[in-house]
């Protein structure tokens, strides 16, 4: 599976993962994932973000946070409440129906 990361297209195709950089454990934080800039029209558009959760120590990873679709009328942008018990990486895949599949991760530890 070909997934980007970077190049020419990745500032408005690459999501983007805002959350704090450590949270305290099983205490609820603002995770936000989203795609800046990008057009939304029917023949070019950003059509679902999917965001998982490597944790540290886990035997099977990774666990699904949360998953969006998106028409072309509204933006990708998904804020959702977590909790962790233990640090590790957060992974956010943006899909755009002509420029395929974009990546972006987050370390985030818990305290």
Do not use: Q
């Amino acid at each position: 599976m070909m997934v980007y990361t970077e190049g020419d297209k990745a500032s408005n195709h690459k999501p983007k993962i805002e959350c704090p950089e450590s949270v305290k454990k099983g205490e609820k934080f603002e995770l936000r994932v989203y795609v800046e800039g990008h057009p939304n029209k029917v023949e070019h558009s950003i059509r679902w973000i999917e965001t998982y959760f490597y944790e540290d120590g886990r035997d099977f990873n990774p666990v699904m946070l949360c998953k969006s679709t998106f028409s072309e009328f509204v933006n990708p942008d998904i804020k959702v409440e977590a909790k962790l018990e233990n640090g590790g990486k957060i992974v956010a895949l943006a899909y755009c129906n002509k420029h395929g599949l974009w990546s972006e991760e987050k370390e985030i530890k818990v305290e």
